[in-house]
C-alpha cells in the first residue's frame, strides 16, 4: 500500500517537539503514553546504524526501508539528514518521518491494518522576487557577503556577465552591481535562490555598464539578453581565467596587471597555482603537451581561422587531448609554471590565420538577437526587471 494508491493519509503524524542535533538521549519513559525520539545521520552512517541509536531494530528498519521505497533512498542517506520516530505505549512504532532537506520529508505511519504506509509531506515553498545590490570594496565575494548574499549569487554574477566582464582582471574598488533574483522560502526560512531574472555590473570609473536580463522562450529554453533584445552570449569568453575557481581570499589587490606585448605575443594572467582554465569558445583542441619554454600547452582551434593558447600548465583538464572537442567554458588546464616561467601564471595567446593578436582587442561575435517575432513576448516578459534594476539605479543616483 502506497500514498499513490492513498492520496489523503488517514494518521498525519502529531505536532513535531523542536528539533535537537543530537540522538536522543532520553530513553524510555515509565507509564509514558509514547515516545518520541530523533536521530541526525553523522559522517559514515549507514541508515540502520543511526537507527540503531535510537533502538530501531533490524526488523523495524527492513520494514522502513520497505514501506518508504520510491520516498527515500536509504542508500543515499547523508550526514545532516535526520529522522524522526514515534512509538506507541507498548512499543510499536506508530509513525516515522524522514527530513532529507527542509523541502523533501517522508513519511511512514501504521495504518489500521497494521502495515506501515508513507507519503511525502508536502511542502509549501513561498517564493519572492527580491532586487539586491552590492559595491565592491575588495572583492566580489566579499561584497556579496557584506550583503548577507551567498557565493552561489556572485558566481551566477559572473557567469551571467562572462562574455563581456573580467572579473578576475576589472573588478576594482568602487563596481556596483544589482541583482534582480528569486529567493525561496520555506516557514520564512531562506533555502536557496531560483533564477536570477535581471542583472547590471558598473564599473567605478569608467562609463561602462553591463545589464541583462532572463528571456524564457517558450519551448523552455532560457538565455540573457540585453534590454533590446541583443544576446548576452558571445563566440568568446572575456577571460581564460575560470573565476569560480578563485578563491574568496584571493583579493583584487593580487591582480595582475595585463598588457600584451607584440614581442612577447602573449597576455599573462598571474593567478594562484591550480586555477581552473577554460576554453574561451568552442573548438577543437590541435594540441595538447610539452611545447619547450612554453612547458605544459592547450591549443584549441575555433571558428573563423582563430586559435587561443595557453601555456604553463600544471596539468590539463579532465579528457583534454589532442584531438578532442571543447565547449566553451570547458576547463583546458589549471595554472602552473611549466616550462620558462618564474612562478605561476597562464601566459595566453591569440592567432588568427597563424598571426598573433592581441587578445585583450578581440570583438568576439554574439549569439542571435531575440527573434524579431518574439520581441513583444521578450519585452512584456522583462519589463518588470527592467523597472526594478531602473529603480536601483535612480535610488543610487539620488542617494549620492
Ligand atoms: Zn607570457
Known amino acids: 500500500m502506497t500514498a499513490c494508491s492513498d492520496p489523503a493519509p488517514p494518521a498525519p503524524p ?49 520494514e522502513l526501508v520497505r514501506a518508504l521505497d520510491g520516498y527515500v533512498d536509504f542508500t543515499k542517506c547523508r550526514p545532516g539528514q535526520w529522522f524522526e520516530i514515534e512509538r506507541d505505549a507498548e512499543g510499536n512504532l506508530s509513525w516515522f518521518r524522514y527530513n532529507a532537506s527542509v523541502t523533501d520529508k517522508a513519511i511512514a505511519y501504521r495504518g489500521p491494518d497494521g502495515t506501515l504506509a508513507a507519503y511525502r509531506e508536502p511542502v509549501a515553498v513561498q517564493t519572492a522576487t527580491v532586487t539586491v545590490s552590492g559595491e565592491v570594496d575588495w572583492s ?32 576594482q574598488k568602487g563596481d556596483r552591481f544589482s541583482i534582480v533574483v528569486e529567493k525561496r522560502f520555506v516557514d520564512g526560512q531562506f ?34 539578453y540585453q534590454a533590446n533584445g541583443k544576446a548576452v552570449e558571445k563566440a568568446f569568453l572575456k577571460s581564460p581565467i575560470k573565476f569560480a575557481s578563485i578563491t574568496s581570499r584571493y583579493g583584487m589587490r593580487k591582480h595582475p596587471i595585463l598588457k600584451y606585448v607584440r614581442a612577447h605575443r602573449g597576455v599573462d594572467y598571474g593567478a594562484p597555482r591550480g586555477t581552473a582554465i577554460w576554453s574561451v569558445g568552442d573548438g577543437v583542441v590541435t594540441y595538447a603537451g610539452r611545447k ?11 571558428a573563423n581561422g582563430l586559435t587561443t593558447r595557453y601555456a604553463h600548465l600544471n596539468g590539463f583538464g579532465p579528457g583534454v587531448r589532442t584531438g578532442v572537442r571543447v565547449r566553451q567554458k570547458q576547463t583546458v588546464g589549471y595554472v602552473g609554471s ?63
Open 14 to 62: 502529531p505536532p513535531v517537539e523542536p528539533y535537537f542535533a543530537y540522538d536522543d538521549p532520553i530513553g524510555p519513559e515509565p507509564g509514558a503514553p509514547s515516545q518520541y525520539h530523533v536521530a541526525e545521520m553523522r559522517w559514515g552512517d549507514a541508515f540502520s546504524t543511526c537507527a540503531s541509536r535510537i533502538g530501531v531494530n533490524g526488523r523495524e528498519v527492513d
Open 292 to 302: 619547450g619554454g612554453y612547458g605544459r600547452v592547450v591549443f584549441v582551434r575555433h
Open 191 to 224: 533555502i536557496g535562490y531560483g533564477s536570477v531574472l535581471g542583472a547590471e555590473y558598473a564599473f567605478a570609473d569608467r562609463d561602462r555598464k553591463h545589464r541583462a536580463y532572463r528571456y524564457a522562450f517558450e519551448d523552455g529554453k532560457v538565455g540573457y
Open 140 to 171: 566580489l565575494y566579499a561584497a556579496m557577503d557584506a550583503i548577507g548574499e551567498e557565493p552561489w549569487l556572485t558566481l551566477t554574477l559572473v557567469d551571467i556577465f562572462a562574455w563581456d566582464v573580467d572579473f578576475f582582471t576589472e573588478t
Open 338 to 400: 611549466s616550462g620558462l616561467a618564474t612562478g605561476p601564471h597562464l601566459h595566453f595567446e591569440l592567432l588568427r590565420g597563424g598571426r598573433h593578436m592581441n587578445p585583450l582587442a578581440l570583438v568576439s561575435p554574439p549569439a542571435p538577437p531575440i527573434p524579431e517575432e518574439q520581441m513583444e513576448r521578450f519585452s512584456t516578459q522583462v519589463a518588470p526587471w527592467v523597472a526594478a534594476l531602473g529603480t536601483v539605479t535612480s535610488t543610487q543616483a539620488s542617494s549620492g
